[in-house]
């Protein structure tokens, strides 16, 4: 796969070629395992706004009734430290939980910018066409790109206090180590003052939330296996779908709740000029959604140097929205 060079020397991938490297990558690796963050093609997105609609699938509906039913106390700590503002959500999708804060804002009258951060330009065009149309006279600029790119970004158009969303339990699909990277990596990118409000799935009954994951109509199976359907289609790979099913498994103790893909048989599999042999019954690891209990979440928050200011819970407890402020 051909990869371009500037006069300077530096390699610049595209994305197709990223997409290669990383397959490569993950695949040449004990135990073998491909990056979560493809699963998000157009079918991928298709499939995934199916999940959230399952009755297994409790996260989306858990925050969603925090959006909606707390909306007042979500605003208050804001509209109460902030004269003006800006409101970032990094990775914001359809923003349809975020919807609910923001047109509680707007009709505060307080003076605050919506900064949409996606790295979809689909997403982003979409969003500055429809935010304003949801919610009449909502100032909204997006922002294409990584997310701490464009929060530095956000600094050069704003030096207002900032609010930032993380929504969905994004912070989930980070393994322990990471999310606390993640999260003093954000908290070096903001200044003092200001808050983030993070979703957490909480630990809870290890039934419930592999059911999340291992829905009774195959809609999680789909969507797991078209991560393999995108590699054949992009990559020119000859995976055959019918010899991979999808396994999930939880870990109370720990919290990791993981998706696997799992061989049927010995098989070989060819990748552009790479091939590779999967054992029968051999896992290839997709995607993790860690869970938290209360205390861990606190204790994330101080090492990552922010400031618990409060806590959302949805009426069932099984899913939290925080609000910290960056020390």
């Given at each position: 796969m051909a990869?371009?060079?500037?006069q300077a020397?530096?390699?610049?991938?595209t994305?197709?070629?990223?997409?290669?490297?990383?397959v490569?990558?993950g695949?040449s690796s004990?135990?073998?395992?491909l990056p979560?963050?493809?699963?998000?093609?157009?079918?991928?997105?298709?499939l995934f706004?199916?999940?959230m609609?399952?009755?297994?699938?409790?996260?989306t509906?858990?925050?969603?009734?925090?959006?909606?039913?707390?909306?007042?106390?979500l605003a208050a700590p804001l509209l109460?430290?902030f004269?003006t503002f800006d409101v970032?959500?990094?990775?914001a999708?359809?923003?349809t939980k975020s919807?609910?804060?923001?047109?509680y804002?707007?009709?505060?009258?307080?003076?605050?910018?919506?900064y949409?951060i996606d790295?979809?330009?689909?997403v982003?065009?979409?969003?500055?066409?429809?935010?304003p149309?949801?919610?009449?006279?909502?100032?909204?600029?997006?922002?294409?790109?990584d997310?701490f790119?464009?929060l530095a970004?956000s600094?050069d158009l704003s030096?207002r206090?900032?609010?930032?969303?993380?929504?969905?339990?994004n912070i989930g699909n980070?393994k322990?180590?990471?999310?606390?990277?993640f999260l003093?990596?954000?908290n070096y990118h903001?200044?003092?003052?200001?808050m983030?409000?993070?979703g957490?799935?909480?630990k809870k009954n290890?039934?419930d939330?592999?059911?999340?994951y291992n829905?009774d109509?195959?809609?999680t199976?789909?969507f797991?296996l078209?991560l393999?359907?995108r590699?054949?289609?992009e990559?020119?790979?000859d995976f055959n779908?019918t010899?991979?099913?999808?396994?999930?498994t939880?870990?109370?103790?720990s919290?990791?709740?993981?998706?696997?893909?799992?061989?049927?048989?010995n098989q070989?599999?060819?990748?552009?000029?790479?091939?590779?042999?999967f054992?029968k019954?051999?896992p290839?690891?997709?995607e993790?959604?860690q869970k938290?209990?209360e205390?861990e979440?606190?204790?994330l928050?101080?090492?990552?140097?922010?400031?618990p200011?409060?806590k959302y819970?949805?009426?069932k407890?099984w899913?939290v929205d925080?609000?910290?402020?960056r020390i």
């Open positions: 990869i371009h060079r500037h020397g530096t390699v610049e991938l994305a197709k070629e990223r997409f290669y490297r990383e490569i990558h695949l004990t135990p073998k395992y979560s963050k493809y699963f998000y093609d157009a079918a991928g997105d298709r706004q199916q999940i609609q399952l009755p297994e699938y409790y996260l509906r858990c925050e969603h009734e925090i959006f909606v039913k707390q909306t007042k106390a109460q430290q004269e970032l959500e990094l990775g999708g359809d923003a919807t609910h804060l923001l047109r804002l707007n009709d505060s009258a307080k003076d605050f910018t919506y949409p790295i979809s330009e689909n982003i065009r979409l969003l500055e066409n429809e935010m149309q949801r919610i009449p006279g909502l100032e909204v600029h997006g922002l294409n790109g997310y790119d464009m970004k600094y030096n206090n900032k609010l930032v969303l993380f929504l969905g339990s980070f322990r180590d990471e999310a606390e990277r003093q990596a954000l903001l200044q003092p003052g200001d983030v409000l993070i957490f799935d909480v290890p039934k939330i592999l059911a999340a829905d109509s195959g809609v199976k789909a797991n078209n393999l359907k590699i054949n289609c990559l020119g790979a779908l010899k991979f099913d999808h396994y999930p939880y870990n109370p103790i919290g990791a709740c993981k998706s696997y893909l799992i061989s049927l048989q070989q599999v060819t990748i552009g000029e790479e091939s590779f042999s054992y019954n051999e290839v690891w997709t993790l959604s938290y209990a205390r979440i606190d204790e928050a101080m090492r990552a140097g922010f400031k200011i409060a819970y949805d009426s407890d899913f925080v609000l910290w402020e």
